[in-house]
């Protein structure tokens, strides 16, 4: 489907290191803004993280996360997968690309960031009240 980057904590294969993606942790939502188009992983926080920013987004994992969960069910911006299933993994992405979910998926994105507050804004208005009331 295109170009594959590996980011992995572990020691990686050698046969694998070509696919190694060498960025700094800082710079990875930027690299999944600008140059990811699917995510496929095991991290249910970068599954997330992806989906949150409109991605293609795959979670493959017999177990699961109340967020992956919610993400899936209630916004359809994660697919979770209990088990590696290439066939099945592939079809999937086959059909959200034949079907242009992508732009829907972005959309839904969007939705999902209306729907709730942004927390870090609400601390600092919080906080900033509480620092000016004195």
Same mark, same amino acid.
């Given at each position: 489907?295109? %170009?594959?980057? $590996? +980011?992995?904590?572990? $020691?990686? *294969? !050698?046969?694998?290191?070509?696919?190694?993606?060498?960025?700094? *942790?800082?710079?990875?939502?930027?690299? $999944?803004?600008?140059?990811?188009?699917?995510?496929? /992983? @095991?991290?249910?926080?970068?599954?997330? &993280?992806?989906?949150?920013?409109?991605?293609? +987004?795959? !979670?493959?994992?017999?177990?699961?996360? /109340?967020?992956?969960?919610? =993400?899936?069910?209630?916004?359809? =911006?994660?697919?979770?997968?209990?088990?590696?299933?290439?066939? &099945? $993994?592939?079809? !999937?992405? +086959?059909?959200?690309?034949? !079907? %242009?979910?992508?732009?829907?998926?972005?959309?839904?994105?969007?939705? =999902?960031?209306?729907?709730?507050? @942004?927390?870090?804004?609400?601390?600092?208005?919080?906080?900033?009240?509480?620092?000016?009331?004195?």
């Amino acid at each position: 489907f295109g %170009k594959t980057y $590996i +980011s992995f904590e572990g $020691i990686l *294969p !050698y046969d694998l290191h070509k696919f190694r993606l060498i960025i700094k *942790p800082h710079k990875m939502h930027s690299f $999944i803004k600008e140059s990811m188009d699917i995510f496929v /992983g @095991d991290s249910a926080t970068m599954a997330a &993280e992806a989906a949150v920013l409109g991605k293609l +987004s795959i !979670y493959i994992d017999n177990q699961t996360r /109340g967020y992956i969960d919610y =993400l899936e069910n209630e916004y359809k =911006l994660v697919k979770h997968f209990k088990q590696l299933n290439i066939n &099945e $993994i592939k079809n !999937y992405i +086959s059909s959200e690309f034949k !079907y %242009k979910f992508l732009k829907v998926r972005f959309n839904m994105a969007l939705k =999902l960031k209306n729907d709730h507050i @942004d927390l870090t804004e609400f601390l600092w208005k919080y906080l900033s009240f509480f620092n000016n009331s004195r």
